[in-house]
């Protein structure tokens, strides 16, 4: 089985508990203003890789994985896209003994049975999923994503109804995902799902930036700055 892969970080932090082995998948549906791998974003381009190419590597760090409750996170791009990849190489890690993490904005997520068969099987082999939030809003989803956020909710409720732990993320923009109304709203959606185990805000930075430019894009965002530290506390206490 192979996949198209964009990148992989051995030694992640941020992406999950513990020390981490990151992929970072090829492809995603959702165009964010704010996304820091841009260069993701094409389907099917990336670097073809096999589950036992993968595996092997990903073998070698098990013991900074077992030192620190850590494990492997698939990410992206959207991991979804890649669904039979994504089963055997959580199988094996599983067989491995390896802590999975899917990292997923969930915008590719249908009830049409050749989507939903696949991933009630990845989600057998799934300890934990990463849930990016973007917005409550559905019209402001559009602008900021360039899709709607109707299926990214049902995702939500769907691991709920499966009993999957989540970790919420919400990435916080200064004008644009920081309003107390959305954040209210959003934090009542989230009270609604029994498994989230952890509420994460990141707060918006500028480092993709550079990518863009080298994409010959253009930043949409290119006058804000990251928020405040006030601003962020506030956003955790609406969203809890």
């Not at 590719?108 to 009630?120: H, M, T």
């Not at 799934?126 to 360039?146: C, R």
């Not at 709920?160 to 989540?166: D, G, Q």
């Not at 930075?205 to 430019?213: E, F, I, P, Q, T």
């Amino acid at each position: 089985m192979v996949g198209n892969i964009h990148s992989i970080e051995t030694c992640g932090t941020v992406d999950g508990p513990g020390i981490r082995y990151v992929v970072f998948t090829q492809g995603c549906l959702l165009r964010c203003q704010y996304c820091h791998n841009a260069d993701t974003w094409n389907i099917g381009e990336g670097k073809a890789v096999s589950v036992e190419e993968l595996m092997k590597d990903v073998k070698s760090y098990i013991p900074f994985m077992k030192a620190s409750g850590g494990g492997i996170t698939i990410s992206g791009g959207e991991p979804l896209l890649q669904l039979d990849f994504l089963l055997e190489l959580l199988k094996e890690c599983k067989k491995a003994k390896i802590h999975t993490t899917i990292d997923t904005s969930g915008g590719c997520f249908s009830f049409d049975r050749s989507f939903l068969d696949p991933l009630d099987e990845v989600l057998k082999y799934t300890d934990l999923v990463l849930l990016d939030l973007k917005h409550f809003d559905s019209k402001k989803h559009i602008k900021l994503t360039g899709k709607p956020n109707e299926q990214i909710k049902q995702f939500a409720l769907y691991l709920n109804e499966k009993k999957v732990p989540i970790w919420i993320r919400h990435v916080l923009v200064p004008g644009i995902t920081d309003t107390p109304e959305d954040l209210q709203n959003l934090g009542s959606f989230i009270k609604t799902l029994n498994h989230v185990e952890k509420i994460e805000v990141l707060p918006y930075h500028r480092l993709g930036v550079y990518k863009w430019k080298a994409l010959g894009l253009k930043y949409p965002l290119e006058e804000i700055q990251t928020p405040s530290e006030e601003t962020v506390k506030l956003a955790y206490k609406l969203l809890s």
